[in-house]
C-alpha cells in the first residue's frame, strides 16, 4: 500500500504542478508577477554551500543552471504535497478526489513558503520584507489553493486513464 500511495503521488504532484504551471503561465500573461524559478534554483543549488538564508537572492552569485534546478524543485515540491494529500486521505482519495481536501491539504501547504522559502531568499517571515506583505502573503495563499485546485483536476485527469 505504501509503494502505491508513492506511485500515485509521483503521478499526481507531477500532473498537479503541470496543471499549476499552466495557471502560472496564464497570471503572466495578464502581467501578474509569479514565481521566478531562477531565484528558486538559487536558493536551492546554494545548500551544496551549506548556504540557505540569503540577504536578497536577487543579488546573490547566479548559479550555472539556476533556472533547471528551480524548476526541478518546482516538481519536487509539488510532488510533496500531493504525498502529503495522499498520506492524510489516503490511497482512497484519488479514485474519488475531494475539492475539501485538496483546498485544506493546498492551503496548509503555505506555511512553506511564509515560514521558510521567503526567510530563506531576504523576502522575511510573512514577506515582512517586501513591498506588500499582506497582498504577499494573500498571493501566496491563493497559489496554494489554486495548487490545491489542480491536486483535484489532475486526479479526475488520472482517473481517465485505464
Request: charged share 10%.
Given at each position: 500500500?505504501?509503494?502505491?500511495?508513492?506511485?500515485?503521488?509521483?503521478?499526481?504532484?507531477?500532473?498537479?504542478?503541470?496543471?499549476?504551471?499552466?495557471?502560472?503561465?496564464?497570471?503572466?500573461?495578464?502581467?501578474?508577477?509569479?514565481?521566478?524559478?531562477?531565484?528558486?534554483?538559487?536558493?536551492?543549488?546554494?545548500?551544496?554551500?551549506?548556504?540557505?538564508?540569503?540577504?536578497?537572492?536577487?543579488?546573490?552569485?547566479?548559479?550555472?543552471?539556476?533556472?533547471?534546478?528551480?524548476?526541478?524543485?518546482?516538481y519536487v515540491i509539488g510532488i510533496m504535497i500531493?504525498e502529503l494529500l495522499l498520506l492524510a486521505y489516503?490511497?482512497?482519495?484519488?479514485?474519488?478526489?475531494?475539492?475539501?481536501?485538496?483546498?485544506?491539504?493546498?492551503?496548509?501547504?503555505?506555511?512553506?513558503?511564509?515560514?521558510?522559502?521567503?526567510?530563506?531568499?531576504?523576502?522575511?517571515?510573512?514577506?515582512?520584507?517586501?513591498?506588500?506583505?499582506?497582498?504577499?502573503?494573500?498571493?501566496?495563499?491563493?497559489?496554494?489553493?489554486?495548487?490545491?485546485?489542480?491536486?483535484?483536476?489532475?486526479?479526475?485527469?488520472?482517473?481517465?486513464?485505464?
Amino acid at each position: 500500500m505504501q509503494m502505491t500511495i508513492l506511485l500515485n503521488g509521483v503521478l499526481l504532484g507531477v500532473v498537479a504542478t503541470a496543471l499549476f504551471d499552466g495557471w502560472l503561465w496564464m497570471q503572466r500573461q495578464l502581467g501578474i508577477r509569479t514565481l521566478n524559478f531562477a531565484y528558486l534554483g538559487r536558493w536551492i543549488g546554494h545548500f551544496t554551500q551549506m548556504k540557505f538564508v540569503h540577504a536578497n537572492i536577487a543579488k546573490s552569485p547566479a548559479l550555472t543552471h539556476e533556472w533547471g534546478i528551480g524548476v526541478a524543485g518546482h516538481y519536487v515540491i509539488g510532488i510533496m504535497i500531493a504525498e502529503l494529500l495522499l498520506l492524510a486521505y489516503g490511497d482512497q482519495w484519488l479514485r474519488a478526489p475531494d475539492i475539501v481536501a485538496a483546498l485544506v491539504v493546498g492551503m496548509l501547504t503555505v506555511v512553506l513558503p511564509l515560514f521558510i522559502m521567503q526567510p530563506g531568499m531576504g523576502g522575511g517571515m510573512m514577506f515582512r520584507h517586501t513591498s506588500q506583505p499582506v497582498m504577499n502573503c494573500l498571493r501566496s495563499l491563493f497559489n496554494h489553493s489554486m495548487f490545491g485546485v489542480c491536486m483535484f483536476l489532475a486526479a479526475h485527469l488520472l482517473n481517465l486513464l485505464p
